[in-house]
């Protein structure tokens, strides 16, 4: 039987240089932040193009709709005076009569 005399290695047994290094000397890590931070910027600023879009096509929808209802409610109207004015006995005295009518 072989005696074993060290541990295997693992992953954590790698050395790198990772840690050698101080954080104040890498500028570039804060231009890449920079960078993303112009690409959200970017982001945000279409993101509100396309909802000012947004609002102003509602708003238009709602002024069209605000006419469709004007002329709606005003034909309804004309015709509900036009209805009014049939049944109105004010209106049948206007009309001359032709004498006696007899239905059977």
């Not at 693992?10 to 932040?33: A, C, E, L």
């Not at 600023?45 to 509602?58: D, H, M, P, T």
């Not at 709602?62 to 049939?86: F, G, H, M, P, Q």
Request: hydrophobic share 35%; with cysteine.
């Amino acid at each position: 039987m072989a005696i074993i005399t060290s541990p295997p290695r693992t992953v954590s047994d790698i050395k790198t240089h990772s840690g050698r290094v101080s954080r104040d000397h890498q500028v570039y890590r804060d231009y890449f932040q920079v960078g993303a931070l112009e690409l959200e910027r970017w982001r945000r600023a279409k993101e509100r193009e396309v909802a000012l879009s947004r609002i102003a096509s509602i708003n238009t929808r709602i002024a069209e709709i605000d006419k469709e209802k004007e002329v709606l409610l005003a034909s309804a109207t004309s015709a509900c005076e036009e209805i009014y004015n049939k049944g109105n006995p004010e209106a049948s005295e206007n009309k001359k009569s032709s004498g006696l009518r007899i239905k059977y």
